[in-house]
């Protein structure tokens, strides 16, 4: 069967228009996908400690200004685009958030445990989300949310990373849950602080007076999809002989 040229060439257009990092997600936009139950993959999961209800500061203040930031490690086994998240937390009741702040840094391994690097491999604001009350313990409430992330984040199959959400809150503060002890994984939370005047990354049980030992409570899903990568001219060619 003979295929006419000008088909053949609008299907090697298309398939050049695809990069390697497009293939990865097929293509599309991490648009309200949790929210609209399209296909994902949970990669990376750390519940919520609904016993104890343990958390820790994450947030920026605008007024007066302060930034807080604790984070998690973690690592995962495939380099799937990484296109929504879940996390868990507690804030006053009367104050909402603006947006959220997510930040990936790269591990350093120190000389006393492993803490975030300085290099941070992805950061993205998040205007559009989820948010469900959980429980209440006036005047504040936890809760449950979901976003989708703006632009996916392509992890290095195997390497650990560092994930910090930090919730915009005009003059309140924000305290990401903490997770079970069945899904520690990894190092242990740390924290930094403008407010606390702690600019060196440390474990979230140095800053605290009261806690032990804590991680986070976050989900990772991934698209699940697949697209053939490295589509050539000669590949296509091949298809029609």
């Known amino acids: 069967m003979r295929i006419p040229v000008t088909f053949c060439l609008l299907i090697w257009i298309a398939a050049l228009a695809v990069t390697p990092a497009e293939a990865r997600s097929c293509g599309r936009e991490a648009t309200h996908l949790l929210r609209t139950s399209r296909d994902l993959v949970k990669v990376w999961e750390q519940d919520p400690d609904t016993v104890e209800w343990g958390n820790f500061a994450s ?21 799937d685009h990484i296109v929504a998240i879940e996390w868990w937390g507690r804030k006053r009741s009367s104050s909402t958030i603006d947006s959220v702040r997510v930040t990936i840094f790269e591990n350093e391994p120190d000389t006393r445990y492993p803490v975030p690097g300085d290099t941070v ?8 989300f989820t948010e469900v009350e959980i429980n209440s313990t006036p005047p504040h409430h936890d809760s449950h949310y979901t976003a989708d992330l703006p632009v996916p984040f392509v992890p290095e199959a195997g390497e650990t990373y560092w994930l910090c959400v930090q919730p915009i809150i005009q003059d309140q503060q924000f305290w990401w849950m903490a997770t079970v002890e069945d899904d520690y994984w990894g190092a242990e939370a740390t924290f930094t602080s403008d407010f606390f005047g702690v600019y060196d990354w440390i474990t979230v049980s140095e800053q605290s007076m009261v806690v032990d030992y804590m991680e986070m409570a976050f989900i990772l899903w991934a698209d699940d999809c697949t697209v053939v990568e490295g589509t050539t001219w000669g590949a296509i060619k091949a298809m029609y002989r």
Not at 59 to 72: G, I, L, M
Not at 121 to 128: K, L, R
Request: hydrophobic share 40%; charged share 20%.
């Open 59 to 79: 947030s920026v203040r605008v007024s007066p200004a302060a930034w807080f930031r604790t984070a998690d490690d973690f690592t995962l086994t495939t380099d």
């Open 121 to 128: 491999v992805y950061q993205e604001h998040i205007t559009a």
